[in-house]
């Protein structure tokens, strides 16, 4: 149904709901393309309607947001910009294509039944809505289980893609799917403590029959009983497992981390044991050039078919279901002798083929020469201040957090005594697995589960406690928080294993346009070394810092060529001159655009020193932005404040006596009956005057249109006149005129309101009355206001409405000669949008 009006906190009116055998199950939430940021828009009236109108939320499944153009998509309940998603199309982004491919019937009845999920991670619920790509990747398994001969897959979906979610609808599809008879699935992680987490996730899903092996024991009891459910385990436990223990054919066998898996014989125990099952791998780094990447291949794609599915780094960044990742790098003092690391870290770390954090590990700490240069203390303390100057200047001041990747659980306490040198000790908490045999040193950090519970969700939490976690293996996989930021990196790591650990910055959060690396260890000074992949594979997800320099010189080249061809130098004329220059919207769009690439890359660099030689220059592209905002962005005054200004570039604005009060300076005409003879007197440019006669009317009807209600109805005639000299259906010197004489029609109407003795719902009415040439304006006004009373409830029945119609149809026609009474009244095309735009201004009035 399309504007469906419902109270509860607050009486409102969403744009459409969609119904499903008279449930409320979506809403939809479209705006102008003309309108600024107007998805986000969107998105925040969705979010009011859900504190607003709580009893019709509670059927809402998910919502939708259309401004013309692009369609977004997300689930009800929690409203986070992480899971507002862009729906696409094969043939690109055609809105009548996702329209039609979003709300068709199959497709919505599939996000209702399998699509939707909860999710409890660190004691949290979350909904989730999914996305294409996982999708698409669930339609591909069953189809390969199904309708071919194949039995293998690999999906290579980039960190942060939600893999598990897409497992655990695709066991529930594959569970569900009677051509199977009641399959076995097996779901395989590589880690005790992923393998308790996924447990946990599956179960918050409400799957049901779920077993956790227990042991190698266990799992084989489980196999040999012909156990018909889900099996979690991790691979470990197939260690020993005897040949063809099962060899039933409806066993589907979903593997996490799958390069992992192809580590010493645990793969080969578990393809001999299940001989007929099908294999899954899931991975969320692409395939190295080494024999990792080529075991798994061999494992699980097909010469023809490397991935069963693909989503890569570019394609997430795209979407927004990442951030693209930026490093730096230290001053070389600070970094390890390259010998020693080639000698005693990357070359074993190739010869063992070393995938796991684990495997990993084992390498470090026979390595006793890199591990004395990166547990002096004299070092640990100059990268410990370099951390606390960096942290105060770059991350805090955005609110976000970091993580300190140190070699080993000792140098995590190292680095915790050495920063609360710099940093208060509540910025900071280690988090590492406790052994018994540890020293004073290790045991002074030592934490119980439910510490590192609480630790682990506080820091998800920007007002609480910690902002910096010293981590060494521990949470640098499967763990999920979008408030982390910067990566501060003195642990040499390669291939799949770094890829993991700094992808952990990569999830999208509120203001959060990048994640940072800062390398400690020297590891980025040849990124080919550490990262064995196709450089396409990772070509937009991760990039040096200093790439982000030569763009902003780049595009502030840019913003200033085109200003070159404005006259901003006099600094009395430069905000008429601003206005007049960038009155064509299509420069006004590509100088707004350029700013704000220019923007966010402040945001990141700031506050290098890079950034001092252009200071001004960006100072005056920010002037230069906000005149612009304020001068034609009708929504601007309402708001006062800016979604697309970030917090370093709030900062400047708020430092600046200049920068904050622009608005003030944008002039402002009084709007009086005498305004015609104002604007023409004015020796501004004709198209200045449009502008400051718009931006005037939008401000005297925000501030009046409580009193005023019929000043709605004129709001709309303004952004018409606009629209048309837009779309050059009128010249500049029609639309100034016509502005004009609507700011005349406001002035006298004030005064004709005050004298007229009608209330302001009745007046309302009356001006409707009259711009349509109707008779004796006033007395017909109050009689359809009093016939309006009588059906309060037209706005929520349609029947009550269609009967209202009836009634002012009888009211406003001349009565025929010897017509009969209460018969159906005869309508016209101008009576019919009469009565609309009545009923439509009491909309507005209640």
Avoid at 291 to 302: D, L, Q, S
């Amino acid at each position: 149904t399309k504007e469906f009006w419902f109270e509860d906190r607050a009486k409102r009116r969403a744009d459409i709901v969609l119904f499903l055998n008279g449930l409320p199950i979506g809403i939809i939430e479209t705006k102008s393309p003309v309108v600024e940021e107007a998805e986000e828009v969107a998105f925040g009236q969705i979010k009011l309607y859900n504190e607003d109108l709580p009893e019709l939320f509670k059927f809402l499944q998910f919502y939708a947001t259309c401004d013309g153009i692009r369609l977004y998509y997300g689930p009800t309940w929690k409203y986070e910009s992480k899971t507002f998603y862009r729906w696409k199309t094969e043939n690109g982004y055609k809105l009548e294509n996702q329209i039609k491919t979003f709300l068709d019937s199959g497709e919505v009845l599939k996000t209702l039944e399998d699509y939707i999920a909860f999710l409890s991670i660190d004691d949290e619920v979350k909904k989730y809505i999914l996305k294409q790509h996982q999708r698409r990747t669930i339609n591909k398994i069953l189809e390969r289980i199904l309708a071919t001969e194949k039995n293998k897959g690999l999906i290579w979906h980039t960190q942060g893609a939600y893999k598990t979610l897409t497992m655990i609808v695709s066991a529930k599809k594959l569970r569900e799917t009677p051509e199977l008879e009641n399959p076995t699935i097996l779901v395989v992680v590589d880690r005790i403590e992923l393998e308790g987490q996924i447990h946990q996730n599956f179960e918050a899903f409400g799957f049901p029959n779920v077993v956790r092996a227990k042991s190698r024991e266990h799992l084989r009891t489980l196999l040999a009983s012909d156990y018909r459910g889900l099996i979690i385990t991790i691979i470990h436990k197939f260690e020993g497992m005897p040949k063809h223990i099962n060899e039933r054919k409806n066993i589907v066998v979903l593997i996490d981390e799958a390069h992992r898996s192809q580590e010493g014989d645990l793969g080969n125990y578990m393809h001999g044991a299940l001989p007929n099952a099908f294999y899954f791998g899931f991975t969320g780094t692409p395939i190295d050039r080494g024999k990792i990447g080529r075991g798994t291949f061999a494992t699980f794609g097909y010469p023809e078919e490397p991935y069963l599915d693909k989503y890569s780094i570019d394609e997430s960044i795209e979407d927004k279901t990442t951030v693209p990742l930026y490093y730096t790098l230290t001053p070389t003092d600070l970094h390890v002798d390259k010998n020693t690391l080639e000698e005693e870290f990357f070359k074993v770390v190739e010869e063992e083929g070393a995938a796991s954090i684990e495997g990993v590990n084992k390498i470090i700490e026979r390595a006793k020469k890199l591990k004395a240069v990166l547990k002096s203390y004299d070092r640990i303390d100059k990268i410990a201040e370099h951390i606390a100057e960096h942290y105060r200047k770059f991350i805090e001041p955005l609110g976000f957090k970091a993580f300190i990747v140190a070699v080993d659980r000792e140098a995590c306490a190292l680095y915790k005594e050495a920063v609360d040198k710099y940093l208060p000790p509540e910025y900071t908490r280690v988090v590492y697995t406790g052994d018994h045999r540890d020293g004073e040193l290790l045991k002074k950090y030592h934490i119980s589960e439910e510490e590192e519970k609480t630790i682990r969700k506080a820091f998800k939490s920007a007002e609480e406690m910690p902002k910096i976690l010293i981590v060494t293996e521990k949470l640098l996989t499967g763990y999920d928080a979008p408030i982390l930021y910067a990566m501060y990196l003195d642990k040499p790591l390669k291939d799949h294993t770094l890829l993991q650990a700094i992808a952990r910055v990569n999830r999208p959060y509120e203001g959060k346009t990048c994640g940072m690396v800062v390398d400690y260890i020297g590891i980025f000074e040849n990124l080919q070394r550490a990262l064995a992949f196709d450089s396409k594979d990772i070509s937009r997800g991760l990039l040096d810092i200093k790439l982000l320099k030569k763009r902003f010189e780049d595009w502030i080249r840019q913003a200033k060529e085109i200003l070159s061809q404005a006259d901003i130098e006099d600094e009395e004329r430069r905000v008429t001159n601003i206005i007049d220059f960038f009155f064509d919207e299509e420069r006004r769009t590509e100088f707004v655009k350029i700013f704000k690439q220019i923007q966010e890359l402040y945001e990141i660099l700031s506050p290098d020193e890079f950034l001092r030689d252009y200071l001004r220059d960006y100072q005056l592209l920010l002037q230069v932005y906000k005149i612009i905002y304020n001068a034609f962005n009708p929504e601007a005054e309402k708001k006062k404040i800016h979604r697309d200004i970030l917090k370093k570039t709030e900062e400047l604005i708020k430092g600046s006596v200049e920068l904050k009060n622009i608005a003030d300076a944008l002039p402002v005409y009084e709007i009086n009956k005498d305004i015609a003879n104002l604007v023409r007197a004015d020796k501004l440019s004709e198209r200045v005057k449009i502008a400051n006669l718009r931006r005037s009317l939008n401000i005297y009807i925000d501030e009046n249109k409580e009193s005023q209600p019929f000043l709605f109805s004129i709001s709309e005639k303004i952004e018409e006149i606009i629209s048309q000299l837009r779309e050059r259906q009128r010249s500049v010197e029609s639309a100034l005129s016509d502005l004009a004489k609507l700011a005349e029609e406001i002035a006298v109407s004030k005064e004709e309101q005050e004298r007229s003795g009608l209330s302001k719902e009745e007046f309302s009415i009356f001006w409707i009355l009259r711009s349509y040439g109707v008779d004796n304006p006033e007395a017909m006004a109050k009689r359809i206001y009093k016939a309006i009373e009588k059906h309060q409830d037209w706005l929520y029945n349609d029947k009550i409405e269609r009967r209202l119609r009836m009634s002012l149809y009888r009211v406003l026609q001349a009565p025929k000669v010897g017509a009969i009474e209460n018969t159906t009244p005869y309508t016209t095309p101008k009576l019919t949008e009469m009565v609309s735009n009545i009923l439509k201004m009491h909309r507005i009035l209640v």
